[in-house]
């Protein structure tokens, strides 16, 4: 690797220095909204590069797990000032790059820097018990050491709030790490990492590779010196990276799909219903994992819940995110938009009903960009692909039912289980609910999509590998368990 300025080309961070990719191959990054806007190139990394990345953290790690948490925790209380004072620079390269709004772009940046602070402040808090030993004479307690090196992989529906809140416990608790960005976010991330330079971490402790996943992923996959991964993705890409871990004893945690059913119940506010399925299915282009794309309603209030909904969608004004007035964003990009595509085809094939949307959107503003229209389709059945697989995009499935209870049962029907919503005023129906829905996230008259940084976050079934990110909840999978017996 060869140390060059950092100019259009961002260049990966290893060892405290931006260094430039031998491969000498890069990708433009290209706004979704308008793909003659540029915003960089991203390099094409290699295997030798991601290892030695690795490298570097693995040494660097030894002295920082030696810091007090709360000399950690002062780094991440800079980089958490940093991100602060570049914000709106920060917000406007991520709508940029991958299309959500500015005011979206805004509010996760501000999420970013939060999640820096709560997790500064855990370097004060308590990492370990006193547990009684039967012998008297003796002390035993744990304690939570760090897990080593840590890849980190990560997609780009979030490209702030995810790193962040995957690398700021992974720091705190006095891991070093090597992040992998999705490619159609990297330049964000890079900026991010701008702020963990400027923060003054020592060299080595946070590292960026960019580039391909199934050569930088699949790299830290495979590298003995890499402890652990978290990875946020899809599916079919984090089983992979989990038998990897598995199969060379790391340890891994998953977050993956979703396809997150909403409950109107027949005695539901309509009005905040409507609103909450508005804001669930269709923000930052229904690109969230916990975005709502199944929304079951009862039959007495089916009708009115509908009308409510089209008169809604029809008032949401798509384009380009930089905009004010736009509430819409376009796909990330365009292999994004032809999934959505071809799940409305799908709906279609399938003998659901389009009743609002479907196309991509043409003309003056659009042409140049990856835009589709909100879309609503209904009779929708529990057995059709739309009603089953993650579409990642601005696409309801309405679904129409006679009972509270059958409404619970095609809510489960689903390989996934990240967050669920119902909407009532029934108590007993809040409390099945809680019970029996099969989520890691389970909502209460408000959308489905929203987490909140200080609580547990992820999912059942096919929606993770069973571990928490987020919160207290963190520190389980970024530290392992020592137990100490003293004489
Ligand atoms: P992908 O799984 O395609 O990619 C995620 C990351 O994995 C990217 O950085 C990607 O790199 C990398 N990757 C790809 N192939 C490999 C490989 N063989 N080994 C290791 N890493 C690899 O997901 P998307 O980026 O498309 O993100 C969308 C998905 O993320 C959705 O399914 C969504 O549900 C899920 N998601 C889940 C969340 C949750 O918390 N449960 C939150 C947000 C999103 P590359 O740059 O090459 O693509």
Redesign the pocket.
């Known amino acids: 690797m060869t140390v060059e300025t950092k100019k259009e080309t961002y260049l990966n961070y290893v060892n405290g220095a931006w260094v430039a990719s031998t491969s000498g191959e890069t990708k433009p990054s290209l706004n979704p909204a308008n793909t003659k806007d540029v915003i960089g190139y991203v390099q094409m990394s290699t295997k030798e590069e991601t290892d030695q990345a690795v490298a570097h953290a693995k040494v660097a790690q030894k002295a920082w797990k030696k810091l007090s948490g709360n000399d950690r925790g002062t780094f991440l209380y800079k980089a958490a000032d940093v991100l602060e004072s570049r914000l709106d620079e920060i917000a406007e390269c991520m709508t940029r790059e991958m299309g959500k709004t500015l005011p979206e772009a805004k509010g996760e940046t501000a999420r970013g820097i939060a999640i820096l602070r709560y997790y500064a402040g855990e370097g004060l808090r308590k990492v370990g018990d006193v547990i009684p030993s039967t012998d008297s004479k003796a002390l035993m307690f744990t304690s939570r050491v760090p897990l080593g090196v840590v890849g980190v ?6 490209p702030v709030a ?1 790193p962040i809140w995957k690398m700021a416990p992974a720091l705190i608790y006095g891991n070093s790490i090597v992040i ?5 976010a990297a330049i964000t991330l890079a900026k991010v990492i701008e702020c963990f330079e400027e923060a003054g971490f020592p060299a080595g402790v946070v590292n960026m590779v960019t580039g ?3 050569v930088i ?2 790299a ?2 495979d590298n003995p010196d890499v402890n652990g991964i978290t ?8 089983k ?2 989990g038998q990897g871990c598995l199969a060379r004893g790391a340890k891994y945690q998953l ?4 396809k997150n059913p909403v409950i109107v119940a027949a005695d539901a506010d309509i009005d905040l219903a409507v609103d909450s399925t508005i804001s669930g299915a269709f923000r930052s282009t229904g690109q ?2 916990t975005a709502t794309s199944r929304v079951i309603v009862e039959a007495a209030v089916y009708e009115t819940f509908k009308e409510k909904l089209l008169a809604k969608t029809a008032e949401i004004t798509v384009g380009d995110g930089l905009e004010s007035g736009i509430w819409m964003g376009p796909s990330a990009s365009e292999s994004q938009l032809n999934t959505v595509l071809h799940y409305i085809e799908k709906g279609k094939e399938e003998g659901a009903t389009l009743l609002a949307g479907g196309n991509r959107l043409t003309g003056e503003g659009y042409d140049n960009g990856f835009f589709v229209e909100p879309t609503i389709f209904e009779n929708v059945t529990s057995d059709m692909t739309i009603a089953q697989e ?1 579409i ?1 995009g601005p696409v309801i499935a309405l679904i129409q039912v006679n009972s509270l209870e059958n409404a619970l049962t095609i809510a489960n029907d689903v390989e996934f289980g ?1 967050s669920a919503s119902i909407f009532t005023s029934n108590i007993q129906s809040m409390l099945s609910f809680v019970e029996d829905m099969e989520a890691g996230l389970v909502r209460i008259n408000s959308e489905s999509a929203g987490v909140e940084l200080q609580a547990p ?1 992820g ?1 059942m079934k096919q ?2 590998s069973h571990s928490r990110e987020q919160g207290e909840a963190a520190k389980e999978f970024f530290t392992s368990i020592k137990t100490v017996f003293v004489k």
Do not use: D, H
């Open positions: 992989i990560t997609p780009w529906n979030f995810i992998k960005p999705a490619q159609e391909s996943g199934s992923g699949q830290l996959t990875f946020t993705g899809s599916n079919g890409v984090g992979g990276i977050e993956m799909g979703g969230k994992c993650e990642f990240l976050f999912g929606s993770s």
